[in-house]
């Protein structure tokens, strides 16, 4: 497996864990292999932690002029569906 | 609720504003690192879905229609900011070849599920992901942390699907190795032999 094989199936297996089942020659690799396994499970957390995190906080003061930009699109858009 | 804001019916609009503005709100804080552009990309984006409320046809799903118009904005300030006269992502293409190798290798110190609950991560998390070249940052954010699908990425952004795949490859291993520096117990390191060069 040269070096480009082995990144491409690297993507692919942290995307799906089944793809293993295609990418025999990793997936062979990668039972004798801890780095490479480590390197696996590294880029599983790193996705775990960004996707888990936080959402970004709007700042407070932004909504109502939001809101008030929104409500004068409308109602230029649907001159007649705002009460 | 989409075709019902299409009827002009406001309450639809505003509860699919509602459920939507904070995740636009995200993407366009990761892209841009700074709160100020952030709204400006949510209320431009709100904004443009009015004005052209009528042209979709649902081939997408709504979600993902709304962060491509947000990522397009973000995108923009981002290139106008750098003095830049396109708002299209180069399709240049990607080589695998240039894809960082890993040179830090460890387990981790902790589990993810107890890092989230401290404090100074999301400095950290933030950090690391300013520090990718947006190139990268954008389908990182969009792909991994949206959960856009591959095609998706590569139909909000105008690129191809390899380079999507590449691009995103490029990201997982610079957060991987920026964050393992971090996070990683140093006893635990590995070096790889000659042969996991390629890993």
Redesign the interface.
Same mark, same amino acid.
């Given at each position: 497996?040269? $070096? +480009?094989e %082995?990144?491409?199936a690297?993507?692919e297996v942290?995307d799906d864990q089944s793809a293993l089942a295609i990418y025999h020659d990793f997936a062979d690799h990668l039972v004798g $292999?801890? #780095?490479?396994q %480590?390197?696996v499970?590294?880029?599983r *957390?790193?996705?775990? %932690? !960004?996707?888990?995190? +936080? #959402? !970004?906080p709007?700042?407070a003061g @932004?909504q109502e /002029? @939001?809101k008030d930009?929104? /409500?004068a *699109?409308?109602k230029a *858009? @649907?001159p007649?569906?705002?009460t | 609720m989409l075709r019902r804001a299409q009827t002009g019916d406001y309450a639809a609009f505003e509860e699919l504003v509602s459920r939507m503005q904070q995740r636009v709100y995200g993407v366009a804080y990761r892209i841009l690192g700074q709160s100020h552009d952030a709204e400006d990309v949510v209320q431009q984006t709100f904004l443009s879905l009015i004005e052209h409320i009528d042209s979709f046809r649902g081939e997408s799903a709504v979600a993902t229609w709304v962060l491509r118009i947000a990522t397009n904005f973000a995108l923009k300030i981002l290139r106008k900011k750098r003095g830049l006269p396109t708002v299209a992502m180069e399709e240049n293409d990607e080589s695998i070849s240039t894809v960082p190798h890993p040179h830090y290798i460890a387990q981790w110190r902790e589990a993810p599920e107890s890092l989230v609950e401290r404090a100074e991560l999301r400095e950290l998390l933030d950090q690391a992901i300013s520090e990718l070249d947006s190139k990268y940052r954008v389908v990182f954010v969009l792909r991994d942390i949206e959960g856009m699908s591959t095609e998706e990425t590569a139909s909000a952004l105008g690129l191809s699907i390899s380079n999507v795949k590449i691009r995103l490859l490029r990201a997982r291993m610079q957060l991987r190795e920026r964050l393992t520096r971090e996070l990683g117990d140093a006893a635990t390191q590995v070096i790889p032999d000659h042969s996991h060069e390629a890993l």
């Open positions: 497996m040269t $070096c +480009e %082995l990144l491409l690297l993507n942290i $292999c801890n #780095p490479c %480590l390197v499970d590294n880029i *957390k790193t996705i775990h %932690l !960004y996707k888990a995190g +936080e #959402p !970004y709007m700042p @932004f /002029r @939001f930009a929104l /409500r *699109k409308w *858009k @649907f007649h569906a705002m | -």
